[in-house]
C-alpha cells in the first residue's frame, strides 16, 4: 500500500456507497460508461441517485467473484459523481460516471442491500521540480509517438493531452489510455500518491507499450513483404 492510514487524521470521513468493479480501474479526470448488472451495486446506484449522486469505485482482486468480501476489495478507490443513468430493457443499468478524487476506505458499514463505506480523502504529494517538468515533457513527446502506432486511439485524445499542465491529472490521463496493461498496474498508479513517481511510473509503463507497438509495426511490414 502506497498511503499512510494516519495521514489524514484532521480530514473527515464520509459515508457512502460503493460500486466493487471487475476489471476496470476508474481514475480522477475520467468519464466512462459502466454497464451495471448485480442487484446490490444496482441498489447503490438507486441510493447515490436519491442522494448527492456521489458514489465509491473500487477495484475488486480476483474479477470473477461474482459476490465479492469487503477484503476482497481494494482499499484505494476513485470517489466520483453520476453523470447519467439509464435502466436498460433486460434489468442491467448502464451509467456514465465520472471519477474526481482519490479515497482510502476506512471500513465497510454494515449494510445488506448494497456496500456502505466510510472514506478519506488522501491527499497526494505534489513538489515542483525538474524531474516533474522532464517527466512531463517526455510523457507529452511519448505520448505523441504512441498514438502514432497505435490507430485505436482517436486523433483528438492527443489534443486533450497535450494541453494538461497538471502532472498529477496528466500522469492519470495517460494511464487512461494504456489498454494493454494490467489491473495490478493500474491500481498501483491509483495508489501511489507521490506524483512524481507516478509519472516516472507511467512513462516506463508508456515505453514498453511504444516498444512493443513497434515490434508488432516490424512484423506487420515482414509478413506482408512476404
Known sequence: MFFN??????????????????????????????FVGREKSIHALEHAMNGTKEVVFAAQKKAK????????IFEVGTAGTIV?????????????????????????????????CE????????EPSLETAALMRSIHSSFDNYLRLN?????????????????????????????SIK???????LET?????????????????IEILQVEKKIRSRVKRQ
Open 193 to 209: 500518491l507521490d506524483v512524481c513517481k507516478r509519472l516516472e511510473q507511467v512513462f516506463q509503463l508508456l515505453t514498453a507499450e
Open 84 to 116: 447519467q443513468l439509464l435502466r436498460l430493457p433486460d434489468g442491467t443499468v448502464k451509467v456514465l460516471v465520472e471519477g474526481k478524487r482519490r479515497v482510502a476506505i476506512r471500513r465497510f458499514v454494515s449494510n445488506e442491500t448494497f456496500f456502505l
Open 151 to 179: 490507430k485505436r486511439i482517436p486523433a483528438e485524445v492527443l489534443l486533450n493531452v497535450q494541453a494538461i499542465e497538471d502532472p498529477s491529472k496528466l500522469a492519470d490521463s495517460v494511464a487512461i489510455h494504456l489498454h
Open 5 to 34: 492510514k494516519n495521514d489524514n487524521q484532521g480530514d473527515p470521513a464520509v459515508l457512502l456507497p460503493l460500486l466493487p468493479l471487475r476489471d476496470i480501474i476508474v481514475f480522477p479526470h475520467m468519464v466512462v460508461p459502466l
Open 65 to 72: 467473484i461474482n459476490d465479492p468480501s469487503p477484503d476482497e
Open 119 to 126: 472514506v478519506e480523502n488522501i491527499q497526494e504529494v505534489t
Open 183 to 189: 489491473l495490478h498496474q493500474r491500481q498501483a498508479i
